[in-house]
């Protein structure tokens, strides 16, 4: 994707008066210009991922303005759940479903992913590995290009899981890192605390 389009889309956000921060645009960029059949965005709670999803979102139907319409970029939201999936639909402007609802639909044939679509997977670390790797799979198989945004620090899979932090320590990940949400910096410290107990627990170490 052309550096102007990522540009035109951070200046997009910052006329509405929202400005992204440095992690931010570097994530954006790095997603829309790997090249990567499957980009990794790590963000701990309120450090803007929601933003980043409707970035990369206007950014590649903003590219496909570019492109003859054969050749155009279908983007689309899921998540693991109900909950999350409307929330991704309203905050970052994506057509959304749950995981499973989307696996169901491409196995009996009323929906598929073509080539060149654009997948965008919110809170992938609460994805269960088996179903992670069947939505891979179809990706793979046709070329669309997958997202997965979320922490491995969060809460996790009720059922096999483990993916998407394996996938960030072995292939890296675009992170962000500035907490938007909390702006008193006890509160930062208190959800930064909640984070790390979460990984001691699931590492049975510590902080």
């Known amino acids: ?26 994530a954006l960029w790095a ?41 155009r970029m279908r983007v689309r939201g899921l998540a693991p759940t109900g909950i999350a999936a409307m929330e991704l639909s309203a905050g970052a402007g994506l057509d959304a479903a749950t995981v499973d609802r989307f696996l169901v639909d491409l196995a009996n044939g009323t929906d598929r992913l073509e080539p060149g679509d654009v997948v965008i997977l919110d809170e992938s670390n609460m994805l269960g590995t088996r179903k992670f790797a069947r939505l891979f799979e179809h990706a793979n198989q046709v070329g669309a290009k997958l997202i997965a945004v979320g922490d491995d ?38 959800v930064e605390l909640i984070r790390c107990r979460t990984t001691a627990w699931m590492s049975r170490g510590g902080c």
């Open 153 to 190: 620090r969060q809460l996790q899979s009720i059922d096999y899981g483990g993916w998407f932090r394996a996938l960030r320590l072995r292939l890296g990940a675009s992170e962000l890192t500035e907490n938007r949400r909390q702006l008193d910096p006890l509160d930062q410290q208190a």
């Open 1 to 26: 994707m052309p550096r102007q389009i990522v540009q035109a889309t951070l200046d997009h956000f910052g006329d509405l008066g929202t400005p992204s921060g440095e992690d931010q645009a570097t």
């Open 31 to 71: 997603v829309c210009s790997d090249g990567a059949g499957l980009s990794p965005i790590v963000g701990r709670a309120g450090t803007g991922k929601t933003f980043l999803m409707d970035a990369a979102r206007l950014a590649f139907e903003t590219a496909n303005l570019t492109l003859p319409e054969e050749r």
